[in-house]
């Protein structure tokens, strides 16, 4: 007996000497190997600023609590001056209060078996967190984590965007664009943990910190913004349309100021809104334009030299092309207008004879260099490039309905911008978004201004605007977007509006696009209805949009009143026009030329 227990103490020195000598070093990583833990903290999502500094999003701490059940359990406090455990029930007992729950449920999930890791608890805020920590409950701990807040809630969601709120992921909008500025890098701390969930005191620690992503400034004016959105809100409710859409370009830089969509959404709450509300219209939705398009057949009439705004233009009540009879909105009898009158009245006919005067490949040209056809710079998730078939696909019957907005698609920045072109004496400016981004000191450094692009000449351009302020006049179709003291310079749209759900035509688009004081604009505003239940025409819909908007911002900025124009154009011709004359613009002339 004294020899076999000789030889099993033995063995046990054997491996001892092994353990602590020999393998010393290997034992002592095996063990710290299953003391360290790795814990990721998440990096804070950086800011979004509007263009005065405002936040539109935010992320502020907090903390998911979690816990280990086998932990738990070993739960002491004082008693008559001892410590004693009390376990469980108690653990669950003092928290619940903390979290505003209930401490049945606390108490299942401290006692869950087959597991070292239950989530507590997600979305607790460092106060919180800081009271239930002092209370010493072995195994209960947290993660930090961060909450996403968007201050100026559904007045920006469409635009702004929203992230998860789980794992702050993007789930749309600038939040997706901007990610890989605004989301930062984790960082991770390793240490020793013991068997109670807490990290041993001065033990192996390793901390690698987060590094927090970059305030980005955006182009956009949040209060011009919020008065856009709640105009166009009463406006879309008032007429019972499916939706709107109002954009704010401004005319010397092209940047977006506005970009308002209604039905929204609050980004504070995502899990609530319906898929269609997330999206921004104004990128994403296209829609054939309708008479807001003329201004581009116009503008490339006057560049070529086919008008002039005092051309005579003879109006026909039907106009017969590829077998079909075309027409004007309402039923009238042969008119004597100028190129300025087409424009005023929106006149279908007259904008054929002018445009089919220019061939169809140079008029596709103008359309591409107005940025009909191409996504903008802004490169907007989701966003839509609309649709411009080649000239030379173009089928017969829609050679002619391009002339006046129909048989292609545009988005409302896009048609904005062809606005903003005619504003800016014919200069296009791409539209931007994001005015600048943080640098490591947290300056924001702006971003380079894009180039702009020389559609037509400043003469074209400051014609067919004074052309432009004939549709606010006295026979032009926009009445409801003048304002009083200043020239307003516009075009009203009403287009049938394609149902790809249907696969067919169903309902309309009604718009105004304009900008005022039209000598010297500031701003371009464009507001578009879609498929309203009460009326069909831009200049009854749209236009009180436009007049409100555009009047608040010649309030701001205090704005002098317009000074009269030295050009003097008239709607209709001095005299009565012969289809013989040469310089008349009429279908017998059409048809002698060979068109």
């Given at each position: 007996?004294?020899?076999?227990?000789?030889?099993?103490?033995s063995?046990?020195?054997?491996?001892?000497?092994r353990?602590?000598?020999?393998?010393?070093?290997?034992?002592?990583?095996?063990?710290?190997?299953?003391?360290?833990?790795t814990?990721?903290?998440?990096?804070?999502?950086?800011?979004?600023?509007?263009?005065?500094?405002?936040?539109l999003?935010?992320?502020?701490?907090?903390?998911?609590?979690v816990?280990?059940?086998?932990?738990?359990?070993?739960?002491?406090?004082?008693?008559?001056?001892?410590r004693?455990r009390?376990?469980v029930?108690?653990?669950?007992?003092?928290?619940?209060?903390?979290?505003?729950?209930?401490?049945?449920?606390?108490?299942?999930?401290?006692?869950?078996?087959?597991?070292?890791?239950?989530?507590?608890?997600?979305?607790v805020?460092?106060?919180?967190?800081?009271q239930?920590?002092?209370?010493?409950?072995?195994?209960v701990?947290?993660e930090?984590?961060?909450a996403?807040?968007?201050?100026t809630s559904?007045?920006?969601?469409?635009?702004?965007g929203?992230?998860?709120?789980?794992?702050?992921?993007?789930?749309?909008?600038?939040?997706?664009?901007?990610?890989?500025t605004?989301?930062?890098?984790?960082?991770?701390?390793?240490?020793?943990?013991?068997?109670?969930?807490?990290?041993i005191?001065?033990s192996?620690r390793?901390?690698?910190p987060?590094?927090?992503?970059?305030?980005?400034?955006?182009?956009?004016?949040?209060?011009?913004q919020?008065?856009?959105?709640?105009?166009?809100a009463?406006?879309?409710?008032?007429?019972?349309?499916?939706?709107?859409?109002?954009?704010?370009?401004?005319?010397a830089?092209?940047?977006?100021?506005a970009?308002?969509?209604?039905?929204?959404?609050?980004?504070?709450?995502?899990?609530?809104?319906?898929?269609?509300?997330m999206?921004?219209y104004?990128?994403?939705?296209?829609f054939?334009p309708?008479?807001?398009?003329?201004?581009?057949?116009?503008?490339?009439?006057?560049?070529?030299?086919v008008?002039?705004?005092?051309?005579?233009?003879?109006?026909?009540n039907?106009?017969p092309?590829?077998?079909?009879?075309f027409?004007?909105?309402?039923?009238?009898?042969?008119?004597?207008f100028?190129?300025?009158?087409?424009?005023?009245?929106?006149?279908?006919?007259?904008?054929?004879?002018?445009g089919?005067?220019?061939?169809?490949?140079?008029?596709?040209?103008?359309?591409?260099?107005?940025?009909?056809?191409?996504?903008?710079?802004?490169?907007?998730?989701?966003?839509s490039?609309?649709?411009?078939?080649?000239?030379?696909?173009?089928?017969?019957?829609?050679?002619?309905?391009?002339?006046?907005?129909?048989?292609?698609?545009?988005?409302?920045?896009?048609a904005?911008?062809?606005?903003?072109t005619?504003?800016?004496?014919?200069?296009?400016?791409?539209?931007?978004?994001?005015?600048?981004?943080?640098?490591?000191?947290?300056?924001?450094?702006?971003?380079?201004?894009?180039?702009?692009?020389?559609?037509?000449?400043?003469?074209?351009?400051?014609?067919?605007?004074?052309m432009?302020?004939?549709?606010?006049?006295k026979?032009g179709?926009?009445?409801?977007?003048?304002?009083?003291?200043?020239?307003?310079?516009?075009?009203?749209?009403?287009?049938?509006?394609y149902?790809?759900?249907?696969?067919?035509?169903?309902?309309f688009?009604?718009?105004?696009?304009?900008?005022?004081?039209?000598?010297?604009?500031?701003?371009?505003?464009a507001?578009?209805?879609?498929?309203?239940?009460?009326?069909?025409?831009g200049?009854?819909?749209?236009?009180p949009?436009?007049n409100?908007?555009?009047?608040f911002?010649i309030?701001?900025?205090?704005?002098?009143?317009?000074?009269?124009s030295?050009?003097?154009?008239?709607?209709?011709?001095?005299?009565?026009?012969?289809?013989?004359d040469?310089?008349v613009?009429?279908d017998a002339?059409a048809?002698?030329?060979g068109?």
């Amino acid at each position: 007996m004294f020899l076999a227990v000789l030889f099993v103490f033995s063995i046990f020195a054997a491996q001892l000497l092994r353990v602590q000598a020999f393998d010393a070093s290997a034992t002592q990583a095996a063990a710290l190997s299953k003391r360290l833990v790795t814990t990721v903290s998440p990096a804070l999502r950086a800011k979004i600023r509007d263009t005065n500094g405002q936040v539109l999003a935010d992320s502020v701490e907090r903390f998911t609590v979690v816990a280990d059940p086998q932990a738990v359990p070993q739960y002491t406090v004082k008693v008559d001056g001892r410590r004693s455990r009390v376990g469980v029930s108690r653990a669950a007992a003092d928290i619940a209060p903390l979290l505003g729950m209930e401490p049945a449920a606390l108490t299942a999930l401290f006692a869950r078996a087959g597991t070292r890791y239950v989530v507590v608890k997600r979305d607790v805020n460092p106060t919180v967190w800081r009271q239930i920590r002092a209370l010493g409950v072995p195994g209960v701990s947290a993660e930090r984590t961060a909450a996403r807040v968007y201050p100026t809630s559904m007045a920006l969601g469409q635009l702004v965007g929203f992230v998860q709120p789980g794992d702050q992921t993007p789930g749309g909008g600038l939040e997706l664009m901007l990610d890989k500025t605004l989301a930062g890098k984790p960082g991770t701390m390793v240490a020793e943990q013991a068997r109670d969930g807490y990290i041993i005191p001065g033990s192996q620690r390793e901390d690698t910190p987060a590094l927090p992503g970059r305030d980005v400034q955006l182009t956009i004016d949040a209060d011009i913004q919020w008065y856009a959105q709640n105009a166009l809100a009463k406006q879309v409710t008032a007429v019972g349309a499916e939706s709107g859409t109002a954009v704010v370009l401004e005319v010397a830089t092209g940047k977006v100021r506005a970009a308002a969509s209604y039905p929204s959404f609050d980004p504070n709450d995502p899990g609530a809104a319906q898929a269609a509300n997330m999206r921004n219209y104004a990128f994403n939705d296209a829609f054939e334009p309708g008479s807001t398009g003329k201004l581009m057949t116009m503008a490339a009439a006057l560049q070529e030299g086919v008008v002039t705004p005092d051309t005579g233009v003879i109006i026909p009540n039907r106009l017969p092309r590829v077998g079909m009879n075309f027409k004007d909105n309402e039923d009238h009898p042969t008119e004597n207008f100028t190129a300025t009158g087409v424009i005023a009245k929106s006149s279908n006919i007259g904008t054929m004879l002018i445009g089919e005067r220019i061939k169809p490949s140079v008029l596709e040209s103008y359309y591409r260099a107005f940025g009909i056809g191409a996504p903008t710079s802004v490169r907007f998730p989701g966003e839509s490039s609309g649709q411009l078939a080649k000239s030379s696909d173009w089928n017969a019957s829609q050679r002619y309905t391009v002339l006046f907005g129909q048989g292609y698609s545009v988005t409302a920045i896009q048609a904005a911008g062809v606005f903003q072109t005619i504003a800016n004496k014919g200069l296009r400016m791409p539209p931007t978004l994001v005015e600048g981004t943080a640098n490591d000191s947290g300056t924001i450094v702006p971003a380079p201004a894009p180039k702009g692009v020389q559609v037509v000449t400043t003469d074209t351009a400051t014609k067919l605007s004074r052309m432009l302020e004939e549709v606010t006049g006295k026979e032009g179709t926009a009445s409801a977007a003048r304002i009083k003291g200043y020239r307003v310079a516009g075009k009203t749209g009403t287009a049938d509006r394609y149902d790809e759900k249907l696969g067919r035509y169903n309902g309309f688009t009604a718009s105004f696009i304009g900008y005022a004081p039209a000598e010297k604009p500031k701003y371009v505003v464009a507001v578009f209805i879609q498929k309203p239940a009460a009326g069909m025409f831009g200049g009854a819909l749209a236009g009180p949009v436009f007049n409100q908007v555009m009047s608040f911002l010649i309030e701001r900025d205090n704005t002098p009143p317009s000074t009269p124009s030295p050009l003097q154009y008239h709607v209709r011709a001095s005299s009565p026009l012969s289809d013989r004359d040469p310089t008349v613009i009429s279908d017998a002339r059409a048809k002698r030329d060979g068109l």
